[in-house]
């Protein structure tokens, strides 16, 4: 079963068509990675996931619900989490007025679960966002999304600006969010640490899937991963390897 699948999507802002026909699907319980270069559609895929920049063809369900023309919040509702870009914590509010921002929802997820698994959160609950570093302000964000006990996480460049030990911890949380069934969507620039975790792998060029397979299969190809920093499509055109590569969730 999918936990969400994406048929066909097409995107704008205003005339500039940005995603074009991108389908992509997210098992559930696994980890699903979108990767690509800087400008290839990544963000703007996941937002017209969320409602935040509708489609203007394709579809979108979401948990056994077809939800294309829905607001962010509806689509939130059906417990989706959202991790974006550059983390965006409220400055002035503490850490756990931070955590307190989303609407509770019923489940394993609470403030002293955020803080169990964020000690040092929970060391600086009193502190303003403004005072964290860019790994605490990660977790924040992270931590936030959690305690609407959602289904499905949806996370946009987590390691992005961080030291390579917080990266580390970001992905081991990550990990182990999939062990208990987590359903994981992930746009990461760290190529290597994404498809170390993921089930499944995308490559996003121009607003086109230009690779879907497994995401070990991925990992295993050096050339390739080296060649993503670019991810022109004609360094992506299937090759006899990746036309019998694993076939997304259906």
């Known amino acids: 079963m999918n936990a969400l699948q994406a048929e066909g999507l097409d995107t704008y802002y205003g005339k500039s068509h940005i995603l074009h026909g991108v389908s992509l ?10 990767l690509g270069r800087n400008g290839a559609g990544k963000t703007t895929a996941m937002r017209s996931l969320l409602g935040l920049t509708p489609a203007r063809k394709g579809t979108v369900r979401i948990l056994g619900n077809e939800c294309t023309s829905w607001p962010p919040y509806r689509i939130a509702a059906l417990g989706v989490g959202y991790v974006p870009e550059g983390r965006r914590v409220f400055s002035n509010l503490t850490v756990e007025e931070n955590l307190k921002v989303p609407l509770l929802r019923a489940g ?8 169990r698994l964020f000690p040092r959160l929970q060391q600086r609950r009193s502190h303003r966002g403004r005072q964290l570093s860019g790994g605490e302000q990660q977790m924040l964000a992270i931590g936030r ?4 006990n959602p289904k499905i996480l949806l996370l946009d460049e987590p390691s992005q600006g961080l030291a390579p030990l ?10 182990s969010l999939r062990t208990q069934g987590l359903s994981i969507l992930l746009i990461e620039q760290n190529v290597r640490a994404a498809v170390r975790i993921a089930d499944f792998a995308y490559v996003l060029d121009d607003g086109r899937i230009v690779y879907q397979g497994a995401a070990a299969d991925l990992a295993a190809d050096e050339e390739r991963l080296r060649t993503l920093a670019g ?6 055109r299937p090759t006899p390897v990746a036309a019998h590569a694993a076939r997304p969730p259906a």
């Open 25 to 34: 699907a997210l098992g559930d319980g696994q980890v699903a990675a979108l």
């Open 108 to 115: 394993p997820w609470n403030l002293e679960a955020v803080y």
């Open 145 to 148: 999304a959690l305690v609407l």
């Open 166 to 175: 917080i990266v580390r911890e970001v992905f081991e949380v990550l990990a």
């Open 231 to 236: 991810a022109a499509a004609e360094a992506w």
